[in-house]
């Protein structure tokens, strides 16, 4: 079964602490991104790798932290420097070359902070 | 930023009838994708039209690029119940050349069909 695994679906955290996101994928891609989605609102933007190692900021990287050891886990940290972070994420990967540019979307970790 | 805007934010309609989407963007893009959300889920990719298209069929979907109006209309045709959810354009900002530009998401079109 080939494709984009998260987890865990569900996860809460109280404030001040720092929670991890699993974000995993079996299809190959050389490409990583994490968005965020709030409610009623559309996908922004965190952090976006390319390459194994290599990794850059996105529209909203304040208060979060990435690391690409592997070509297929791109775990992102939530750390307790986010002001507001409840919120859905969403892990997505994408071909690195070959003209297909669209991208495969893991199921999402709804993270709650109290 | 938001790059690409969807029109209208909520849409129902009768099952069988076609459901239009419409999508603005501001600046120049390499292609416009179509995905769709069902509620509490990922995104799954419906359909990509580059710049130097069109118009795109696939099944009963049917995308429009307008570049000189900066727009795109996404068309289902005959509704199922199963096509409620929420659908959102995503363009890429055309300034990296290799395969991974980055998308960027509209706020969504959020269509519900009526049995």
């Known amino acids: 079964d080939g494709g984009i695994t998260q987890s865990p679906k569900y996860l809460f955290r109280k404030e001040g602490q720092n929670v991890t996101l699993s974000c995993e994928q079996n299809l190959n891609h050389d490409a990583m991104y994490w968005y965020r989605q709030d409610p009623g609102q559309g996908l922004r933007l965190i952090y976006y790798?390319?390459?194994?190692?290599?990794?850059q900021k996105g529209d909203i990287a304040e208060g979060y932290s990435v690391s690409r050891e592997k070509k297929e886990s791109f775990p992102l940290t939530v750390t307790s420097a986010q002001k507001n972070p409840t919120a859905f994420y969403l892990c997505a990967s994408s071909k690195r070359q070959g003209g297909s540019y669209e991208q495969y979307f893991g199921p999402g970790t709804r993270l709650t902070v109290t | 930023s938001q790059q690409g805007e969807e029109d209208p934010q909520a849409l129902s309609i009768q099952e069988g009838e076609n459901a239009t989407m419409n999508c603005s963007y501001k600046t120049s893009i390499n292609n416009l994708q179509w995905y769709r959300q069902n509620s509490g889920r990922g995104l799954v990719h419906l359909i990509l039209i580059r710049s130097n298209e069109r118009e795109k069929h696939s099944g009963r979907l049917r995308v429009t690029l307008d570049t000189s109006k900066k727009s795109s209309s996404l068309l289902i045709t005959a509704s199922r119940a199963a096509d409620t959810a929420s659908y959102f354009c995503a363009t890429d900002d055309g300034l990296t050349n290799f395969g991974n530009e980055k998308l960027t998401f509209g706020t969504g079109t959020r269509l519900t069909i009526i049995p």
């Open positions: 790798s390319q390459i194994v190692n290599d990794f």
